[in-house]
Structures are given as C-alpha cells and as structure tokens.
C-alpha cells in the first residue's frame, strides 16, 4: 500500500491525475448510461447501442490510463509504440463490448456479475498492453504481488459495478454503478503502477517509429472530449428514457384503472403496477403492492408455476386477501412488452359470484327450494345406503311415509302462499323433533318420507310417528290454514318388510291407508 501511495504522490503529477479520475468517471457514468439505455431499446437497435456503450467504455478506460501515464515522471525520456498503443485501445473495446453482451443475457441471472467482471479484466488487459507499448531509457522491473492485486481490484470491483448500475430504475443505482467503475479503473492502474521499478540504462535507445508524448497527449485529449460529448449524451438519454418511463407507466396504469377486472403487470415474480381493481381485490393500494411479489397473493405455487408455463390460458387459484381470507380467482396470463422489455400482465377475475351461483345450483339439484329439505333424489340415495348398511350390520332402519290430509282444501280456501307457508311450517317442526342420523325429505306436493336408521327395536319408528303427529296437531300458535291440517303416517320395516328400496317405500305409502 505504500509504495501506491509513494508512486501517486511522488511519481505523478497531481493536476493530471485528478484529469484523469475526472475523465474516468464521465466515461464511466457514460458507459452506465448507454447501458442503460441499451437494455430497453429495441431488439433491433440494441446491438447498436451495446456498441456505443462499448466503445465509450473503452475509450474511457483507455483515456484513463493514458492522462495518468502522462502524469507519471520516471525522470528519463519515454515515448510510446504505435501498434501495442492501438492493440490497447482495441482489447479495451473489445474485452468490454464481451463484458457488457454478457451483462445484457436475460437468461443469465449472474450475467451482470460475470459481466463486469470481464471489464475488470479487460481493464487489466488493456493496461499491461499499454505498458508494454511504454518505451523508456531503461528497464522495467515488476512486482509480482501488486501485479496479482492490481488485476484481482480491477475484476472484483468490475464485477460488482455492473450489476449495481443495472438494478432498478433509480437514479441512485446509476451513480452507484459509475463510481464502482470508476474505482475499478482507478485502484487497477495505481495498483499496477505501484508495482514497476525503472532502472535507467543508457545503452537503451527509444525507436524512432515511437509515438512521442506530445503527440499521444493530442490523441488522449481528442479522445477525452469524446467521450464527455458521450457522457452528455448519455445524461440526456436517461432523462429521455426516464421520462419516457414514466409517461408510459402512466398510460398503462390509466389503461388498467379503466378495465373492470384485476390487472397487474409483472416483472418475472414482481409487480411493476397493478390497477385500482386488483388492489379492492386484495384489500390493499396499488402503491403498497408495487414491488411484492406474486406468491404474496397467490401462495399457491403449483398454480404459479401453471400460469407462467401456459400463457393466454385461464387458470383457476385461490387469492390471498389482507385480512388473510381466500378468494377463488380465475388468473390469464399474457406477455407484453413493457418499458422496452418483457413484462407479463395477469388478468385476475373475481369467482366469488360464479362459485356462490355453482355452490346454490348444487345445492337446489339436491334439495326442494320451497322448505330446503333433501329432495327425493337424496332421499333415494341415502335410503339405498342405509339398506345396504343395514343388511351387512344386522340391525334395522324404518321408513316413515306421511302426507297431509285436507291440504287440497287449503290450496282451495286460502290460496297457494298459504299452502307453501304450510308446507314450510311441517318441515321446519318435524326437522326440529329429528336427531341427526334421520332425515326427513320432501318426496313432491304434500309428501314427506322420513328415514331412521340404526334401528334395534321397531316399536321407535312407533313412537317417532306419534311424536310426529304431536308437533303437528292444532294449537294457539297456528293459523287457520294450518288448524286445517293433520298428517297421515305409513311405516316401513328394513328388513322384515322389504330388503330394497322400490318395495319398502311401497309398503309404507300403503300402511298410509
């Protein structure tokens, strides 16, 4: 570390090093800028951009070098040659052009990372390149542990520089990207001066073909006003594309806000905007759900990993709610491209409405609508099990078949509204005197069936049917039309009637009479 220090301060000229550590950070915030622009431009026009960016890139970091060896002072004549200086300046663009393509793989999660560690090591190329082009009265003597650690700086800060320029869309990620890039190229090309020792030789002579410094100061110089001309550009994209951004995530959001249904647009597992109605959906506001992740919402995986493997197809999930409560939800997703690259946008349809109409439609093709009682295709499907149960097990079960008597009358004196009320009425109280292993079902009209299974002693069923009657004779609570009515009882025996369900209830539909 002391010799750095000792080569900077002794060995430089400060004015010079502070040009180019000034030069070095336009380029880079140049380099951040063009890439960032490169990733939401077209596909067709990305490669040009990637090119741009890569060349600013190169030119930066060999501008850097090259103000900084014009402000070191070995104190012997030097000068430079012509090819190793354009082979440097090459490998600079071309290490980095590879470096940034590898940053922009979309497939690649730690592109960003390989990527600048492939600048650091173009950085470190393009140096020892440049020093080889450096032409002195003497020789050059190596320290071979600065060497290591200047290319280690270079590629390790390099690589980190990328994927922090990179992320997001906030303008402090760009800075933050510029200036690991500018450490990179700074604590590289110290490092690595820190490590020669010059011994003067006066028996070496510099080639006349050599390119003087004065000539190499015009050629840095022109390349330095480049790329602040790039950096400016640079800015002025940024603001453009940032503008560009916000105008567009306004339309979109406009766009959603009008639609009925859930929309969010998503950026792989995370929600780059989502409409009004999604946010009344989950119980939030689109402010708080901008930035979370879909599992968040939908916790089920299985159906995550369907949507994303099925685009354009509905797909059926569950929705979590803020309060914690699930909503069945209908899901459709589609890719769009957004903000210059892939987004997906989910439509997300309310199913609370369509399963509560399935869930009564279920309901009514198992039940009679006016009392709520199973209805005969329940009651035939339970009465064939507990048959069946009953002759595997050894005990019994009973059928009781009733009917209401003069209920005809009732229609007649008092009108249909009257008959339903009495209809519902009977239900309601034989329900209320059933435990819960019976059933009693309305079988159409006036016609009830109860069944009562698990029977050891027949004489229950008895006793059930005078209970029965009991509940539905006349008192003070009742109405007219319901003082009208009284019920008719028939039962039924499993097995000592019958050992099916046709005979059985045919035997108590006639004990009725």
């Avoid at 319901?482 to 005979?503: F, Q, V, Y």
């Amino acid at each position: 570390m002391f010799k750095v220090y000792n080569c900077i301060a002794t060995a430089h000229d400060l004015w010079l090093v502070g040009l180019a550590a000034v030069i070095c950070t336009l380029a880079s915030l140049a380099a951040i800028g063009l890439l960032r622009h490169a990733r939401h431009a077209t596909r067709q026009m990305r490669p040009v951009w990637l090119a741009i960016s890569a060349i600013s890139t190169g030119f930066g970091i060999w501008s850097t070098h090259f103000i900084a060896m014009l402000a070191y002072s070995p104190g012997i004549p030097s000068a430079y040659n012509i090819a190793l200086t354009g082979l440097s300046l090459a490998a600079a663009i071309l290490l980095t052009a590879a470096g940034l393509a590898m940053s922009m793989q979309p497939k690649w999660r730690l592109g960003p990372w390989l990527g600048g560690a492939v600048v650091g090591g173009g950085i470190a190329t393009m140096h020892y390149i440049g020093m080889a082009a450096f032409q002195i009265g003497g020789v050059i003597l190596w320290d071979s542990t600065l060497v290591a650690a200047s290319i280690l700086l270079g590629t390790l800060i390099g690589a980190a520089a990328l994927p922090a320029g990179l992320r997001g869309d906030s303008q402090r990620w760009r800075i933050a990207g510029a200036v690991l890039l500018t450490l990179a190229i700074c604590s590289h090309h110290f490092t690595a001066m820190g490590a020669v020792a010059i011994i003067p030789d006066p028996t070496i002579t510099i080639p006349q073909s050599a390119i003087p410094t004065t000539w190499l100061a015009i050629g840095v110089a022109v390349s330095s006003f480049t790329i602040i001309l790039l950096a400016i550009g640079a800015a002025a994209l940024d603001i453009h594309d940032q503008r560009r951004s916000v105008l567009e995530a306004e339309r979109m959001r406009g766009l959603a806000n009008a639609a009925v249904e859930g929309l969010l647009v998503c950026d792989g597992d995370v929600a780059v905007t989502v409409n009004t109605s999604f946010a009344q959906l989950v119980g939030s506001t689109s402010d708080k759900l901008i930035g979370t992740n879909l599992q968040s919402y939908i916790p089920d995986a299985g159906a995550r990993a369907k949507l994303f493997a099925a685009p354009n197809q509905p797909v059926e999930a569950d929705l979590r709610h803020a309060d914690g409560s699930m909503i069945p939800v209908e899901l459709i997703l589609r890719p769009i491209d957004f903000a210059g690259h892939a987004h997906h946008v989910i439509a997300v349809r309310n199913l609370q409405a369509r399963k509560k109409a399935e869930q009564h439609i279920r309901y009514l093709a198992h039940h009679d609508a006016l009392t709520s009682l199973p209805n005969r295709g329940t009651f035939h499907a339970r009465l064939d099990h507990e048959i069946a149960a009953t002759m595997a097990g050894g005990q019994k079960c009973a059928v009781l078949c009733f009917d209401l008597d003069r209920f005809k009358e009732v229609n007649d004196l008092f009108g249909h509204a009257a008959g339903d009320k009495v209809l519902q009425t009977v239900a309601s109280r034989v329900t209320a005197i059933l435990d819960k292993t019976c059933m009693v079902a309305r079988l159409g009209g006036d016609e009830f069936a109860v069944l009562v299974p698990g029977l050891s002693n027949p004489a229950t069923a008895g006793r059930l049917a005078d209970r029965i009657i009991e509940a539905l004779r006349s008192d003070g609570d009742k109405s007219d039309s319901e003082n009208m009515t009284s019920c008719s009882i028939g039962i039924a025996i499993c097995p000592d009637d019958a050992d099916n369900r046709e005979t059985l209830l045919t035997h108590a539909d006639t004990a009725l009479y």
